[in-house]
Each structure stands twice: as structure tokens, then as C-alpha cells.
């Protein structure tokens, strides 16, 4: 039995620093003590409530997401004057709690999407729930992350419960080769990121991104380029770039988008990119903003071979799934427009087309994940003929989502666009816009394809052949089968309508974010 004076010379040993943390830290971080909190009580509450048929653990999830959504807003309303906290590991600035805003509001649409997906797909498990949320608190680590350690913690909390997700459906063999492919791929990825960081490291002395800022500030200036540290950044440009899905860094997105159950792929192709392009702005815009010069070609070259190639091969798809992969891979490219320019305006205009991202393109999954059923997802043009006659309003808000992604006029992918393409032509990176304007035309085709198909009205006789709408054969037997109307639950509707209304809103008053993005702060370094 050990005595209170015992326990106070344990506790002041060197070896074992016990010490009460500060509550500024704690605050800094409440958002991630209330996610990672709220994991570990749904995952007891999954101890006690039936497995199926059970509201009780997508509404403590919901419920966890929207404390951390309000604890996030506050935090921005107080903004600290100080926004670093343990000892300049995480910031909790305008910047983070942004990227948070858009990850938090995603995973809430998910989960308000979880419910009638996961019974019609026969997969309502606990641990679904118990590993969005693990995910969410990565991401949420990773935006505010000022270390290199805590960078790659971030990205592997994130990270691991995706690998599980993305086989959830266990007794499918698609799924099943999706969290294969992406559980190899990310491992492989994550040995670049953290080569790299060695590297950084090991030629700065440092992991915390200030005290990196300031010896590469030091280096620049007296020009003295060390060729193992441009090995470090471009290794960590290829890490951060898997995330991402920039090409030529890809090749695991179209094949685990498309195995992944659609909720999944949902989650994965907003949250997760919103989250690595957070650090990847505050990383290479800031912390390596002295190596500029270095950087800012490769990673143009990147953006042009990410649109390019996303929209080129985007139309030779038959998939729906993978469609919207190869576009994902496109709308990366655009972002990384803003990575390239490498200045605030740059950075304001990444973040405006992520928010906007978040809305048109988890509407467009989110409409694949209604028309989804038992056994199967919809991943065919076929299960999208005729949707105009079947269910009017949703194939609209689809048709709005689809002209959004493709940069058309009063959605907010327009603005987003324009947004980006300025902040270029004003950093003297014309050619850069104008394959982004180039790639934004060829984008048109297949995304005006999906709105064809779907308003397209289809023979009801049709047996076994196939019939050509916009270039693709979609067969007359499956036309025909899905005349019933879909049912469509209240939140899953309600969560299709606000992912359209905002694609609307903030593409005819792009103020409502960009003027907050205008006085948004980013802890240098």
C-alpha cells in the first residue's frame, strides 16, 4: 500500500510526469473528446440495444456529431487569440474548425442516411456506427494538427476504421476486394508520408511544423537547398496525395469506390478528402511555403494530371459508382489548383469548392444510396433510366448535383470553379486555369449523360435488348423492372433536399462562405 507522500514523490519523478492538463488544451480540443467520447459510448450502448431494428445507436451518434458541431461553432464565435495548444501539437484556428464544419455536417448526413440503407442492405451492426465515428475524430485530429506525429496519427486513425467500412458487407466479394486493395495501398502510402516526415525531420531536427517553418525560412534565404529535404516533401506531397485521390495516385479510388457499400463510398469521397486537403493546405501554403518554388510545378503538374485524366477516362465508364470516382479523382485536380497558387486567396478558394464539394457530391451519392437495395447498390445507367417518371423530385435534385460537379452557372460548383481559376490567372498561372476551364467542358458530357439516361423516357416492352441512350447500352429488361416508386425515408429525403438547396443557395449567393473564408486564420507553420 503505497502512502499520499509516496504517491506525490511517484508522481514528481521524472520518468512518469504526472501533471493535471490545462484546461485551454482541453478546450482546444473539445470537438475530438466529444467524438472520440461519444465512440466509446455507443460502443457500450451497442452492448445493451438489439442489433437490428434499432434507432437507439444512429441517434446517440447524431447526437454526439451535433455537440461537436455546436462545440466547434463556439469556438469559432470566441476565437482564441492564441489558437495553439499542447505546447504547439494542434491548433484550433479558423482554418481547422472550418475543415471541421465540413466534416462534421457530412458524417451527420451519413448517419441521417445509415438507418433504412443499412436494413435494406441487411448490414445494421453496432460497429458501423463505432467506426464512422473512430474515422471522424482522425480527420478532426488532422485538420488542427501542427506535428508531423500527430499528422500521421491523425491520418491512420482516420484511415483504419475506412479499411473495415469499406468491406462491411462481409458476405460480398466485391466488397471484400475494395478493403483488400485499399487496406494495401493505404499501408503503402502511409510508408511514403512517414519516409518523409523522417526525412523533414532529419534534416530540420524538428516535428513541429513552426520550428519547421522557421529553419526552412532560414535555408531559403541563404540558399541552401538540401536534396534530402526536397526528397522529404515531394515523398510527403505522394503520401498526402493517395489520400486525396490525385493522379497519378489513384488507382485504388475507382475499384474500392465502387466495392464499398455506397454509404460508405459517401463518407470516404467527402469527409476523408476534405480532411487530407486540410493538412495538405496548411502543410505545403504554409509550413513549406520558403520551398514554394520547388513545390508549386510538380504539384501543377498533378492538378493537370488529375483533371485530365479524371474526366477522360470518366467517360468511358458504365458504372455509376465509378463514374463518380473518376470524377472525384477530376475535382481534386481542382482543388490542388489552389494548393499550386500556394497563397491565401489559393487557400480560400480550395476551401469555398471543398464546401461546395460536400454538398453536390454527397447529394449525388446520397441519391445512389436511396435507389440502392438488398444484395446490391445501384451501380448501373440502367437503375437511373426512367428515375425522371418514377420519383420527378429526385431525379431532378440528381440532375442539379450532376450540373453542379460539371461547373454550370448558379450552382455552386460554378462559383467554386471560378473561384479557383482566378486565384490562378492572379498568380500569373494562367496555363493552369486554362486546362481547368478545358477539362471542365469535357466534364460535361458524361455528367449531362447520367441527366439524359434519367429523363430519358424508355420503352416498357423492352425484354432483352439493349437500348442506346447517350452513348451507353442499357438493357430493357432492367428498365422496366424498377417502375415502382421508391420509397424514400424522411431523413434520407430531407438530407437530398438540403444537399440541393445548398448546391443552389451558395451558388447564387456565394458570399454566405466566401466572406467568412475572407477573414479565415492560419497558424503559420
Not at 4 to 10: G, V
Not at 116 to 123: I, K, N, S
Not at 139 to 150: D, K, Q
Not at 200 to 218: K, P, S
Request: hydrophobic share 55%; net charge neutral; charged share 10%.
Amino acid at each position: 500500500m503505497m502512502f499520499p507522500a509516496e504517491i506525490t514523490q511517484l508522481a514528481a519523478a521524472p520518468w512518469l510526469p504526472l501533471h493535471f492538463v490545462p484546461a485551454a488544451n482541453l478546450v482546444g480540443i473539445l470537438p475530438i473528446l466529444i467524438v472520440g467520447g461519444g465512440a466509446v459510448m455507443v460502443l457500450l450502448a451497442d452492448l445493451l440495444v438489439p442489433r437490428r431494428g434499432n434507432l437507439v445507436l444512429p441517434v446517440a451518434t447524431a447526437i454526439v456529431l451535433v455537440g461537436a458541431l455546436g462545440t466547434a461553432a463556439g469556438q469559432w464565435a470566441v476565437h482564441a487569440s492564441n489558437p495553439v495548444v499542447f505546447n504547439g501539437a494542434y491548433a484550433e484556428d479558423r482554418f481547422a474548425l472550418f475543415a471541421d464544419f465540413v466534416i462534421l455536417i457530412t458524417a451527420l448526413a451519413v448517419v441521417a442516411l445509415s438507418p433504412g440503407y443499412l436494413r435494406r442492405r441487411g448490414m445494421e451492426e453496432g460497429e458501423y456506427y463505432i467506426l464512422l465515428l473512430a474515422s471522424v475524430t482522425g480527420m478532426l485530429v488532422l485538420t488542427g494538427a501542427l506535428n508531423l506525429i500527430v499528422v500521421f496519427l491523425g491520418i491512420e486513425l482516420l484511415s483504419i476504421p475506412l479499411y473495415v467500412l469499406a468491406g462491411f458487407a462481409r458476405d460480398e466479394p466485391l466488397p471484400q476486394e475494395a478493403a483488400m486493395k485499399y487496406l494495401l495501398l493505404g499501408g503503402f502510402a502511409s510508408g511514403f508520408l512517414v519516409y518523409g516526415m523522417a526525412l523533414i525531420y532529419g534534416e530540420t531536427g524538428h516535428t513541429g511544423l513552426v520550428a519547421i517553418h522557421h529553419v526552412l525560412t532560414t535555408t531559403a534565404v541563404s540558399q541552401q537547398f538540401d536534396p534530402m529535404l526536397l526528397a522529404g516533401i515531394a515523398l510527403l506531397a505522394v503520401g498526402l496525395s493517395f489520400k486525396v485521390s490525385a493522379a497519378p495516385f489513384h488507382w485504388w479510388t475507382p475499384d474500392v469506390y465502387q466495392g464499398s457499400p455506397a454509404l460508405v463510398t459517401t463518407f470516404m469521397s467527402v469527409a476523408t478528402k476534405v480532411a487530407a486537403f486540410a493538412v495538405f493546405l496548411r502543410l505545403f501554403s504554409a509550413t513549406l511555403a520558403p520551398y514554394r518554388a520547388e513545390w508549386q510545378v510538380p504539384i501543377a503538374v498533378v492538378a493537370i494530371i488529375s483533371m485530365v485524366f479524371g474526366n477522360v477516362v470518366a467517360l468511358a465508364q458504365t458504372s455509376v459508382k465509378r463514374l463518380l470516382a473518376y470524377s472525384g479523382i477530376a475535382q481534386a485536380g481542382y482543388v490542388m489548383i489552389g494548393l499550386a497558387v500556394g497563397r491565401p486567396d489559393g487557400t480560400e478558394a480550395s476551401l469555398y469548392y471543398l464546401a461546395g464539394y460536400a454538398f453536390m457530391n454527397t447529394g449525388a451519392f446520397a441519391v445512389i444510396t436511396i435507389l440502392s437495395r438488398r444484395g446490391e447498390d445501384c451501380d448501373r445507367y440502367s437503375q437511373l433510366s426512367g428515375l425522371g417518371r418514377r420519383q420527378p423530385v429526385l431525379a431532378g435534385l440528381m440532375a442539379i448535383f450532376m450540373l453542379s460537379l460539371a461547373g454550370f452557372p448558379l450552382t455552386v460548383g460554378f462559383f467554386g470553379k471560378f473561384f479557383l481559376f482566378s486565384a490562378a490567372i492572379h498568380d500569373g498561372q494562367l496555363p493552369l486555369a486554362i486546362w481547368g476551364i478545358l477539362t471542365s467542358a469535357v466534364s460535361l458530357f458524361y455528367y449531362l449523360r447520367v441527366i439524359l439516361i434519367m429523363f430519358s423516357g424508355m420503352p416498357q416492352t423492352a425484354s432483352d435488348e439493349e437500348i442506346q441512350v447517350a452513348g451507353v447500352s442499357v438493357g430493357g429488361a432492367a428498365v422496366a423492372a424498377p417502375e415502382s416508386a421508391v420509397a424514400v425515408g424522411v431523413p434520407a429525403g430531407l438530407v437530398v433536399v438540403l444537399a440541393g438547396a445548398g448546391t443552389l443557395v451558395l451558388g447564387i449567393f456565394p458570399a454566405l462562405i466566401y466572406t467568412l473564408l475572407q477573414g479565415i486564420t492560419v497558424v503559420h507553420g
